[in-house]
Structures are given as structure tokens and as C-alpha cells.
């Protein structure tokens, strides 16, 4: 189990690395090449595989543009090393989001060794955190532990293992939006539409009362 997965970018950045410092000649002689700690103006991209093989795609030196390979054992020890350099923000960005008064939270399939896992994300709007797990549900939310003891409001999707955290709970509205055009159109009825204008004005009621720098929408206005 991996939790607050780095993004590529961050890979690099963690390591400081950039790029690979050649010559012309290295670069005519050898496509397979060492690295070491760079300038920062140097961007290097890399690409993962499904299978963890990696290929450096794009070395950036400048302005200039190298088709480069670099040996998949040394983008294996960065990506351990960025493991450890990036940890504390990792465990930071966790307790930022255990603390926020509001937390949006999903969750999505992925392959890993060609196996399905879950990407499991916890959002504010500061913040995002990452866990994989084998486990869609309420045992990844526990063995992550960042929501564990979650007590503030938790966004989602009405997926049911949610609801087995002791906190308050609202539903995703664009969820709601969704399955709620599905019904307008699979079942001709009238009411989900109503629903459906019913939600949006709650919403443009919002963004208004922010605007104006209103914390609550008039009663007077709920109950219209």
C-alpha cells in the first residue's frame, strides 16, 4: 500500500534534478546516460508504463531538446528517492485535509502489476491527498487513516461505505445533477426536473450570497 502518491513532476523537483548534464559528444556516442543534481532551469518529463518501466520522453536543456533514454534502474531509485524526500508534505497535505471543515472525497479504479486497485482522494479546496489501496470501501479509508476520525462535513458520492464515518454528510450535487437527468429522461415524469431547477437556483442563490459576502441565504429565500 502507497499513500500520497507524487506526480511526475514532483519526482524530479523532489530529487532536484533537471535534466542530464552531456556533451555533444555523449549525446552522439551513448543513449544511456547518467544523472546528477542540475541546474533548476533544467525540466526533465518522465513517463511510467503500466508495467513500471520507465523511458525519460523529453530532456529539456534550455531551449534545446534531447531524445534521451536513461537506464529504468536509476528511475527506480529516484522515485524510492522521492518517496523519502517528499514524505513530510505527504503526511502535511494529510493533516491539512483531516483538519478542514469541509472535505470532498472519491474514488477510482487503477491497475497495479495489472491487478485493480483504488485511487482514493481527499479534497479542499487547498489541498489534495492520494492513497492506493486494494480496497474500494471502508478499509482503506481506515488504514489510510485520514478521515478515520473525521467529525466536520464530508462531500460525496452516496457511495455506501461513506456513510459509515461519524461525521456530517452532504451529497455531491453534480451526483445528484447526473442520476437525476437520467430519471427526467428514462422515465418521463415531471418531478426530476423540478428537482434538477430546484438545485441549480440553490446554487446560483450561493454564488450570489459569496459574492456579496453573505455567510447565510435568507430564510426568506430557502423557503421561496
Not at 99 to 111: F, K, N
Amino acid at each position: 500500500m502507497r499513500t500520497g502518491l507524487c506526480t511526475r513532476g514532483m519526482l524530479l523537483s523532489a530529487l532536484g534534478f533537471g535534466a542530464v548534464v552531456l556533451s555533444g559528444e555523449n549525446i552522439r556516442s551513448s543513449n544511456k546516460v547518467s544523472v546528477c543534481p542540475l541546474d533548476p532551469g533544467f525540466v526533465g518529463v518522465l513517463t511510467m508504463s503500466k508495467d513500471m518501466q520507465y523511458s525519460c520522453r523529453h530532456i529539456f536543456t534550455g531551449s534545446d531538446l534531447y531524445q534521451l533514454d536513461i537506464s529504468p534502474g536509476t528511475l527506480h531509485g529516484w522515485t524510492h528517492e522521492a518517496d523519502a524526500l517528499l514524505s513530510p508534505s505527504v503526511q502535511a497535505i494529510a493533516q491539512q485535509v483531516s483538519q478542514s471543515p469541509v472535505v470532498h472525497v472519491d474514488e477510482s479504479g487503477l491497475r497495479v502489476q495489472a491487478k485493480l486497485q483504488w485511487l482514493h482522494t481527499s479534497v479542499t479546496p487547498t489541498h489534495t491527498w492520494y492513497g492506493v489501496h486494494p480496497k474500494r470501501g471502508i478499509e482503506a479509508v481506515n488504514a489510510f487513516g485520514v478521515l478515520k476520525d473525521y467529525a466536520d462535513v464530508l462531500v460525496h458520492d452516496c457511495w455506501a461505505p461513506y456513510w459509515l464515518i461519524q461525521c456530517v454528510h452532504a451529497l455531491c450535487n453534480a451526483h445528484l445533477l447526473r442520476e437525476l437527468t437520467f430519471l427526467a429522461q428514462s422515465s418521463g415524469q415531471a418531478w426530476p426536473q423540478r428537482m434538477m431547477d430546484m438545485l441549480l437556483a440553490a446554487h446560483r442563490g450561493c454564488e450570489r450570497a459569496r459574492t456579496q459576502g453573505i455567510t447565510a441565504v435568507p430564510s426568506r429565500q430557502v423557503l421561496r
